[in-house]
């Protein structure tokens, strides 16, 4: 007889809904580190059962986007170090796939590139966040096609919520999005020379200007000591 339970059909797509829905406050500034979560407003908030939310949270803290301390849930914090991390992660990874697009992209695929970097364009010229980072997040999916390496892409895809939430700590920098255009629009030239080290070093350059931008304001990454 298999041990397997049955699987219950509606509470997935509320939780990733809820769980969705609190990964964009984190990353706007709406809850910021530090942040106590209650149960019973985010439920009055959000229209939710507190069995859908506490899944979710549970979700969102394996991800280390929360963790739990003597007040409860709270939001957590990115740490100077952790950033630095993610940045150093985020440059070999998109280094990586860089190359290889430039070795292995066909015509599809960089007809795709043009397209979302003139939508990253539109957006950055609106400046647009959420359209910025949907874009930005298309971008990289983009990149790791054509490369043919989903790996990266999945490992870029589970930083994501890490790497949204130090972009949005760059957005009072009023010159860093037309600078992240520039670079951007960089690694697409750099991959139409088909030049596997020039797109290498356009792409690292690309993270590890995002990364001063970030660290300037390394007092608003870890978690504030809670009133």
Known sequence: MSSL????????????????????????????????????????????????LR??????????????????????????DEARNVYAVRA????????????????QDFAALEAVVAALSTAYRAEDFPAILSEKDRFYEVLC??????????LLTRLNSKINRLRSLSRSNTDRGPQSLREIEAIAAALRTRSPELSRAAAVAHVERAA?????????LAKPDAA
């Not at 509320?14 to 580190?33: D, F, H, Q, V, Y």
């Not at 009055?44 to 069995?51: A, I, P």
């Not at 070999?92 to 015509?107: M, P």
């Open 55 to 80: 899944e979710a949270l549970r979700e969102l803290e394996a991800e280390g986007l929360l963790e739990r301390g003597t007040r409860g849930v709270m939001v957590a914090g990115v740490t100077p």
């Open 5 to 52: 339970k049955p699987l219950v059909q509606e509470a997935a797509p509320l939780r990733r809904k809820i769980s969705a829905s609190l990964r964009e406050a984190m990353t706007n500034g709406s809850l910021p580190p530090g942040t106590r979560l209650v149960e019973k407003d985010l439920c009055q908030d959000l229209g939710v059962s507190r069995t859908a």
């Open 145 to 154: 096609l054509g490369a043919r390496n989903p790996v990266v892409h999945d």
């Open 92 to 107: 070999a990874l998109e280094g990586l796939v860089a190359e290889q697009f430039a070795r292995q992209a066909d015509e």
């Open 212 to 220: 001063e931008a970030a660290l300037k304001f390394e007092d608003a």
